[in-house]
């Protein structure tokens, strides 16, 4: 992978496809020093963000992914902002890449829900 | 200013402020190494950053802030996520912002229009 963009386009593919088929298995994304708000509500590590994401109250979710922007940050680091326009939930979600021994993982996942 | 949500919200007040009022003002947010994302397009450094903010195809402009959302990020930095809902546009917008002299500048800032 190089640049943000195609670090961006190539982890936003992955990340919604997993969160589609197993959301169980993003834990390998998260790290202890990982931080996610989900609406506002705080989780650090990632037992308790795969925790708070498994037990979301519902079974079958399929992202379609509509916006990607992102940045290049300290030479280290990625800031991507996805846009979700799929009915009926509008989302924004903010994730900070870190690199680690080749690939990445999250360190911080802001994630909103767009009220129109 | 002490911890994210503190920073944050002192941010946001600051900026949204200063962007109404006057514009050219942000500069001082803004290094060389600074990027902006504005629907897409991409700006980098303070002084083509403020060009772009200042020549946006409005006189007048008011923010109203919903919600913010912050998270430390490595101990030197935080990052933010703005939702407006005021109408007749929405947006969402992050900053990650560095400390510098007792100080933050902007290094990333993305601003997204949602369309509802």
Chains 1, 2 share one sequence.
Not at 27 to 37: D, F, I, V
Not at 48 to 58: M, Q, S
Not at 72 to 82: Q, R
Request: glycine share 4%.
């Amino acid at each position: 992978m190089s640049g943000p963009d195609a670090i961006a386009k190539q982890f936003v593919d992955f990340y919604y496809n997993q969160f589609d088929n197993d959301r169980s298995q993003l834990a390998s994304l998260y790290r202890e020093s990982s931080m996610l708000s989900w609406e506002s509500s705080p989780f650090q590590g990632s037992t308790a963000i795969v925790e708070k994401l498994t037990t979301l109250p519902f079974q079958k979710v399929l992202h379609k992914v509509s916006t990607i922007d992102a940045q290049p940050s300290s030479p280290t680091v990625a800031s991507l902002l996805v846009d979700d326009s799929e009915h009926p939930l509008q989302f924004s979600q903010v994730f900070q890449l870190i690199p680690d021994g080749g690939s990445y993982y999250v360190l911080n996942d802001i994630f909103r829900l767009i009220y129109g």
